[in-house]
């Protein structure tokens, strides 16, 4: 920092973007929640209003990305200063990408007309989805607070969501087997459950992101997953 | 630009991270060919190529972030040369997306134990292949070559490719219906159409920066969809 004017003038410009991206992040849990609610409940409605939600999502992205971009030009921060504001911008493409899936599952509300709805997958797909906002939360919070231990918790506890997709994936494949009547419906949970899955990969980017924001280098231990090699010969949960 | 030197300076990192975007382009159109050629072919050994090679293409969108944000605090460029940057680095994103997804087709071909081929699902999925490949393409040449025109060229053909992304789904569903040994194959495949046509979506995505780095602002005009409406009832494609 060249002065302690610009010193002041950085910390100010941190402090907005670290609140965009909580901002943002608090749009992203709720679309998540409702998405998955529409869907259970068939609340067309509500599967739209997560539709709407994300151009919000989008242009919060754009901000944080446009405030990121000035304030290194302006500051010209280094080191660790430097790396917060490549994190927000990092975070805020997760939560894009976040807000995309959940609005993925929005749009998929208005196409479920059949009346099948097995309890045991239901209470699959909001196990899993309590699981991922969980991890979601707990990753937003651990960027917030600066927590690494916080982080890495998250980065491992992906294996859990990979396996309740797994097994969600077996059950509907078997619906489907069972009667074609099942089939279109069964397909649009797949996608939703990958969505799901995909949403938890976003948190444990995330997760890889504090752990380069503090210690200054990318992770290079393996990622943790689930192992999917019965699964990949017989479910297409790739 | 505070003098000659830093102008100098300035065009030699610009030239230096659009020539890292060229090569993560080449790579990933060709891990976009691989993929499909490998399912197409039944190829196991080639599809793990594909999923081998999205390591390269992880590392170097790091690369692209890390020297894009490297040129911005040393160069302070301001206007037309900060969007330069910037747009470099969402174009190495939608790449690594893109990558992202030919590798989750690449990990699909060891799963795909059926010997049902039908020609028409095969020649639909060429055909898909074919026109999102050529979007690629042609929209990274746009933005090297500062094309605005072609760029936008891109951006309204994307309607073409949902088009028989709903068609294939047809098709697919049909099979289904029809023998339910077909299920699992047809999953994958459609996981697989679902993929190319998100990597089409990332060609319009890079259409839309080439507008933001030419133009100075955000392409404002709603983008061109196929009208899935009857689809989004019938088939899971949204």
Not at 4 to 10: D, I
Not at 95 to 119: T, W
Not at 124 to 151: C, I, R, W
């Given at each position: ?6 010193a002041?003038?950085f ?20 679309m ?14 509500l ?13 919060l ?34 939560l ?28 699959g ?57 099942n ?11 990958k969505?799901?899955?995909?949403i ?39």
């Amino acid at each position: 920092m060249a002065s302690e004017h610009t010193a002041k003038a950085f910390d100010s410009d941190l402090q907005e973007l670290t609140r965009l991206v909580a901002e943002m992040g608090g749009l992203v849990e709720r679309m998540i929640t409702e998405s998955v609610d529409a869907l259970i409940r068939r609340d067309v409605a509500l599967g739209k209003r997560v539709v709407a939600a994300d151009i919000e999502i989008d242009s919060l992205q754009r901000v944080i990305e446009e405030r990121a971009v000035l304030t290194i030009a302006r500051r010209q921060p280094m080191a660790i200063d430097l790396r917060e504001i490549v994190s927000a911008m990092r975070v805020a493409t997760d939560l894009e990408r976040i807000g995309d899936l959940a609005k993925n599952m929005g749009k998929r509300v208005a196409a479920l007309e059949s009346d099948f709805q097995p309890l045991k997958l239901i209470r699959g797909l909001e196990h899993m989805t309590d699981l991922v906002l969980s991890q979601v939360k707990s990753v937003l919070d651990a960027y917030a607070a600066h927590d690494l231990p916080a982080a890495m918790n998250v980065w491992k506890g992906d294996e859990e969501v990979d396996a309740i997709c797994t097994s969600l994936f077996r059950e509907l494949l078997t619906y489907m087997m069972e009667d074609p009547r099942n089939i279109s419906f069964c397909i649009h949970l797949m996608f939703c459950a990958k969505n799901i899955e995909r949403i938890g990969d976003h948190a444990t980017n995330i997760a890889e992101t504090v752990f380069y924001m503090i210690e200054g280098q990318q992770i290079t231990d393996k990622r943790p997953k689930g192992d999917m090699t019965n699964f990949a010969t017989t479910v297409p949960g790739n």
